[in-house]
Nanobody, 119 residues
Framework: QVQLVESGGGLVQAGGSLRLSCAAT????????MGWFRQTPGKGREFVSS????????YYADSVKGRFTISRDNAKNTVYLQMNSLKPEDTAVYYC????????????WGQGTQVTVSS
């Protein structure tokens, strides 16, 4: 089973930046896509961004377009989320996830990393 480990969360002031990383274990790793989600007590879990592994094509929620950038390093089995111009409403626990097959759901999830943005 693929294991995902997130890192890079922390405390930051509004307008600041953070970069999240998600490293996948495994000798070989060729997923269809990886994604970032976030969860808050009030809003629940919501989609943030995803990337197709083979082509690098990316997708973003409207709420983060222009501020967040997803990328991946195939050789390192790692996906990143560069978060700029952070807002208090970005405060959440961020999770990465992997979908191994193109028509399949996200199957494996990381443990989450807390991002807190102060005003």
């Amino acid at each position: 089973q693929v294991q995902l480990v997130e890192s890079g969360g922390g405390l930051v002031q509004a307008g600041g930046s953070l970069r999240l990383s998600c490293a996948a274990t495994g000798r070989t790793f060729s997923p269809d896509r990886m994604g970032w989600f976030r969860q808050t007590p009030g809003k629940g879990r919501e989609f943030v961004s995803s990337i197709r592994w083979s082509f690098g094509i990316s997708y973003y929620a409207d709420s983060v377009k222009g501020r967040f950038t997803i990328s991946r390093d195939n050789a390192k089995n790692t996906v990143y989320l560069q978060m700029n111009s952070l807002k208090p409403e970005d405060t959440a626990v961020y999770y990465c996830a992997v979908a191994m097959q193109g028509s399949g759901p996200y199957e494996n999830w990381g443990q989450g990393t807390q991002v807190t943005v102060s005003s």
